[in-house]
């Protein structure tokens, strides 16, 4: 059984887990320290998830980042993480459903998320869940 949470405040626990999940996601960037995780769980403009594993142990995380715009309130999941000896229990579409149920609670027109193609059982629970592909190119600038 997973729980999935807001993260409310910034722990030793919460630093550590991150210390343990960023590389799993990205080898290029470093897990966020205090500070910058205390912007992210203080932005209104973002909500930090966490998923715990039945024994309290924190196994995954979600950004969701909602904005308005001029043609509605859009929802953003971005970092999706789950720890390598969970996945395949329902983290991550535990993680996804609750990122769901919050950002539609909230009014949210849309909601989207990349995956890379690599990502095969990412991919398959996005389209299982209802995310459908667009039809977009994606530009990056890195000035």
Known sequence: MVTVERAESVTAELEAAFVRLIPQLSSSSPPPDHDQLAEIVGSPA???????ADDGTIVGSLTLVLFRIPTGLRAWIEDVVVDGDT???????????????????????????????????ANRLYRRIGFVERETNVYRYQG
Do not use: C, Q, Y
């Open 46 to 52: 973002t909500d930090l998830l966490i998923a715990r």
């Open 87 to 121: 996945r395949g229990m329902g983290v991550g579409e535990a993680l996804n459903r609750f990122a769901i149920d919050l950002a539609e609670a909230r009014g949210a027109t849309s909601i989207d998320l990349t995956s890379r193609p690599s990502r095969e059982a």
